[in-house]
């Protein structure tokens, strides 16, 4: 089993900026690769990034590409998704996804999942 837990969720404007963390524990040598959704209300569930356990490799969403940056610290075992240029439209709860299996990194499938983050940008 992988425990994910995010933290670094919040409140901040439009325009602006701001970094979520998630920290893996538990088997971790068994990850392939981790990633963010996020779920807003009344919408459906959106993939956000990917990226490979070792980091070389990673994977965006149409929304966020070029304004989002998805990394890893191995010593750590996080995932960091630093959000530049924010938009109300970005506001949801940020989900940590961990997958074992051998897969692409758009593929939408994940084992494991955090509880999430919230982040809400305002107007």
């Known amino acids: 089993q992988v425990q994910l837990v995010e933290s670094g969720g919040g409140l901040v404007q439009d325009g602006g900026s701001l970094t979520v963390t998630c920290a893996a524990s538990?088997?971790?040598?068994?990850?392939?690769?981790m990633g963010w959704f996020r779920q807003a209300p009344g919408k459906e569930r959106e993939f956000v990034a990917a990226?490979?356990?070792?980091?070389?490799?990673?994977y965006y969403g149409d929304s966020v590409k070029g304004r989002f940056t998805i990394s890893k610290d191995n010593a750590r075992n996080t995932v960091s998704l630093q959000m530049n240029s924010l938009r109300p439209e970005d506001t949801a709860v940020y989900l940590c996804?961990?997958?074992?299996?051998?897969?692409?990194?758009?593929?939408?499938?994940?084992?494991?999942w955090g509880r999430g983050t919230q982040v809400t940008v305002s107007s």
């Open positions: 996804v961990a997958d074992p299996m051998v897969r692409e990194l758009a593929h939408p499938v994940y084992d494991y």
């Open positions: 538990g088997r971790t040598s068994n990850i392939y690769r």
């Open positions: 990226i490979s356990w070792g980091g070389r490799s990673t």
